[in-house]
């Protein structure tokens, strides 16, 4: 899980995790201040302990903040944090009043003993939650740029004074498209669950063999992954892997602002499984 809390003030923001570089260019482009809190490599361990030092976001400048901003999963992994997490997430914003804003959108891909649970299902939590999320991870429609945001009407209908003048961007024949198919199978998305699950066991397996160590994340969109033991380097591995195999990982470094993912990767599975079939073979034949 990402948190960030917002205020109106001149340093509005401390985020907690690292997350991925959009986040930083949307709190510059807010003329915010960041503050890191660093986490451990197998992520959720540490996720809970960390998330539920969100009290911290009172005290940026001594103010307290405004809305809070919460990506579940998040990156890099994907990764749910569990109900633990997200009901630490929730005290704190009924303690402090705060407005949620949660970005879902791996919702779909969370598999194994910590399901997905959306913020806005806990008690308390849906008179103060926007839940937005996209199809474009769940549909395999990254180019569509179509998405959703859904809570209480009095919050959304600032978001409905916006949308009048971004609604029309999405070619109208893909908005069409996408409402016929949306509702019309209520076994999609278990079906596309299992089909990943499956991917990231197959996949999982065959990383295993060949000396990285999985962190069981959860998640079946990503695999979060410490590299094979005698490599520390993520970006020089990562390097070879493209250069020997045509394959490629990215960096754990990506996801930090310090060294201690640096012998990590995120290894992507969002692909046919003839392609992850064909990726298993060039690593098997480069790290064996």
Known sequence: MRVAGLDHGDEPVELVDRGVDVDLLLLQGLHARAAFLKRHAALREAAVAEIVEIDHLANVGEREADPLAAQDPGEPGAVPPGIDAGEAVADVAKELDLLVISDEVYEHYVTGENPHVPIASLPGMWERTITVNSFSKSWNISGWRLGYAYGKGEL????????????????????????????ADDTYYTRLRDKFDAKRRTFSEGLTALGFDIYDSGSSFYIWARIPGSHNDAIAFNEMLMRDAGVGMTPGSAFADGDFWDAHARICIAREDTILDGAMEKLQRVLR
Do not use: D
Request: with cysteine; net charge positive.
């Open 156 to 183: 959304l209908a600032p978001l409905n004074n916006a949308a009048n003048v971004i609604y029309v961007c999405p070619a109208t024949p893909l908005q069409a498209a996408l409402s016929r198919v949306l509702m």
